[in-house]
């Protein structure tokens, strides 16, 4: 089975002008928190997972019973989506991915069942819980990646969350050259051409790029917007460069069971840490056996929507395995864009 990664942890601070002193009031009425279940105590729903895609062969590949058998956990729905796409590796990802959203929405809802778990798109395509909706957590939501080895969730009991994981040319398939940037021009700002020159190889020029992309593509994804809410809007300004230290914290372990909590935020994280959180935290291992492992740096950027300012979203970053970067971006529900507004009912 490929190895799954949670990064559990509280976000950085983020707020917004268009929060009340009365939804504040409603908010401290609710427990915020997903009740005890299967996988363990009552936690909070902020969770940050991912799974290395490439790393799972499958005996018998899509045909496999291995395969099969996780296939047949989705409804029916699900599975045609899955089998949709012919390439082994795109099956893998799509079938890890809804597995992913199920499997959160089940541990948020204490239920174990999937088939009671019925999952709605916008029309940006941002997944959401449709029904049931959990109890005291009235802001849930959740986002889903993938591109080249991994797969990445990200979910929140407050904030709209987006997540965006951007591989590096070779793991897409591409030549490792600066022709990208040709092709970009008209969703880049002069700024962030710039910055992405100042590379000094094509490798680092791209991993800055990396960032950026991913940075604005989970921001139009948090929103529900998808592409749609246009690149070309946002500006994003990286903090720490690409080598630096971020704010945040980056502890870092690997068990031998293949399970790794790559990230933690900040200490100094004004949202709080309850007691509930912090056993969430902590992972059940096959083994005990702890093996030593690279800090993985949490990494922060700034945003500029039309040209102003918006220090009401918070973006993270962290580097994962084979150059792979991953953004978590969070707003407030206002925020929300939802033409059907079946999403914007279930916050």
């Known amino acids: 089975h490929p190895p799954i990664h949670p990064l559990n942890g509280a976000m950085g601070q ?25 996988w363990g105590p009552a936690c909070a729903p902020r969770f ?24 047949s956990q989705l409804p029916d729905e699900m599975q045609f989506e899955v089998l949709d796409v012919p390439a082994l590796k795109d099956r893998k990802r799509r079938l ?62 407050l904030y709209l969350v987006g997540v965006d994981v951007s591989a590096p040319q070779r793991a897409r398939g ?22 992405i020159g100042e590379g000094d190889s094509v490798k680092s020029r791209y991993a800055r790029f990396q960032r950026i992309w991913s940075a604005k593509e989970a921001v139009t994804k948090a929103v529900g917007q998808g592409l749609d809410f246009g690149l070309e809007r946002m500006e994003v300004t990286l903090k720490g460069g690409i080598s630096d230290a971020g704010s945040g914290s980056g502890l870092t372990e690997l068990l031998a069971s293949g399970i790794r909590q790559l990230w933690r935020w900040g200490t100094d994280d004004s949202r709080g840490d309850s007691s509930s959180s912090k056993r969430c935290r902590t992972q ?25 300012p918006r220090p009401d979203w918070t973006i993270k970053q962290q580097e994962l395995g084979g150059g792979h970067w991953v953004s978590v971006a969070l707003g407030a529900v206002e925020e929300a864009v939802d033409e059907d507004g079946v999403f914007s009912a279930t916050l």
């Open 96 to 157: 890890l991915g809804r597995l992913m959203m199920l499997r959160l929405c089940a541990q948020v809802l204490g239920d174990s069942d999937f088939s009671r778990i019925k999952i709605g798109r916008t029309k940006g395509k941002k997944p959401f819980l449709r029904h049931p909706l959990p109890a005291g957590i009235p802001n849930f939501n959740f986002n889903i990646s993938h591109d080249g080895n991994w797969v990445v969730l990200a979910s929140d009991p």
């Open 284 to 308: 059940e291992a096959t083994s005990s056996t702890i093996a030593p492992a690279h800090p993985s740096r949490v990494f922060e950027a700034a945003l500029t929507i039309d040209i102003w």
């Open 48 to 71: 940050l997972w991912a799974v290395d895609a490439e790393a799972w062969n499958p005996l018998g590949g899509s045909a496999g019973e291995e395969f099969r058998l996780l296939l």
């Open 174 to 195: 591409d030549a490792e050259d600066d022709m990208f940037l040709e092709d970009l021009t008209s969703v880049l700002q002069i700024s962030e051409m710039e910055f």
């Open 14 to 38: 983020s707020s917004s002008s268009q929060t009340t002193p009365e939804s504040l009031l409603e908010l401290g009425r609710q427990s915020l928190e997903a009740p005890a279940s299967y």
